[in-house]
């Protein structure tokens, strides 16, 4: 069993920066892929970023390509996601998920590919 728990978020003036943190508890964190997703009012949740079990592939959707930076610390269980040169349209409730297969080499960029969840953290971008 795997419990992700977001932190990070807040209220931020366009152009700035927020470091988004998850912190895994569990000992399968280190062997597992994990990846960020937002919700927006009113919209579907998307995929943000993933990277692989060992850090060594990442991938990013295309709207947050080149401001966004997602990294993991297996020796400390976080995985963190930095946001830069924030746009308003980047306000949605961000999660952290972590895969439930051990290893998979690639990077999960749907939903349904991960089997843990944090509770979310808000980010609220102003224009």
């Known amino acids: 069993q795997l419990q992700l728990t977001e932190s990070g978020g807040g209220l931020v003036q366009a152009g700035g920066s927020l470091r988004l943190s998850c912190a895994a508890s569990g000992l399968t964190f280190g062997s597992v892929a994990m990846g960020w997703f937002r919700q927006a009012p009113g919209k579907e949740r998307e995929f943000v970023a993933g990277?692989?079990?060992?850090?060594?592939?990442?991938d990013y959707a295309s709207s947050v390509w080149g401001r966004f930076i997602i990294s993991r610390d297996n020796a400390q269980n976080t995985g963190d996601l930095q946001m830069n040169s924030l746009k308003p349209e980047d306000t949605a409730v961000y999660y952290c998920?972590?895969?439930?297969?051990?290893?998979?080499?690639?990077?999960?960029?749907?939903?349904?590919?991960?089997?843990?969840w944090g509770q979310g953290t808000q980010v609220t971008v102003s224009s």
């Open positions: 998920a972590a895969d439930g297969r051990a290893y998979r080499a690639v990077v999960l960029t749907v939903s349904e590919g991960y089997r843990y």
């Open positions: 990277i692989n079990w060992n850090g060594g592939s990442t």
